[in-house]
């Protein structure tokens, strides 16, 4: 399984299936990430967390714990 902490900076994915349960993915989706969500990877901090992503045309920060949640394609 690939997650968001796996593409590259650079790099454009699309979410396949967002994992998690209860509050977690609630606050994901309110953010606008979705199933079939076309996400771009800005830049990563240096020590990985958090990681700089464009969704929808804004900007968002997310935690590593976040990230892992997110099955890409």
Same mark, same amino acid.
């Given at each position: 399984?690939?997650?968001? *902490?796996? /593409?590259? !900076?650079?790099?454009?994915?699309?979410? !396949?299936?967002?994992? =998690?349960?209860?509050?977690?993915?609630?606050?994901? #989706?309110? #953010? =606008?990430?979705?199933?079939?969500? *076309? /996400?771009? !990877?800005?830049?990563?901090?240096?020590? =990985?967390?958090?990681?700089?992503?464009?969704? *929808?045309?804004?900007?968002?920060?997310? *935690?590593?714990?976040?990230?892992? /949640?997110?099955? #890409?394609?």
């Amino acid at each position: 399984m690939k997650t968001l *902490r796996d /593409i590259p !900076v650079g790099q454009t994915a699309t979410v !396949v299936k967002i994992h =998690g349960e209860g509050s977690l993915k609630r606050r994901i #989706m309110d #953010m =606008g990430i979705t199933k079939g969500t *076309r /996400i771009y !990877v800005r830049k990563v901090a240096p020590l =990985g967390d958090p990681v700089e992503v464009t969704v *929808r045309g804004y900007e968002l920060s997310l *935690r590593k714990e976040d990230a892992d /949640i997110l099955e #890409m394609e």
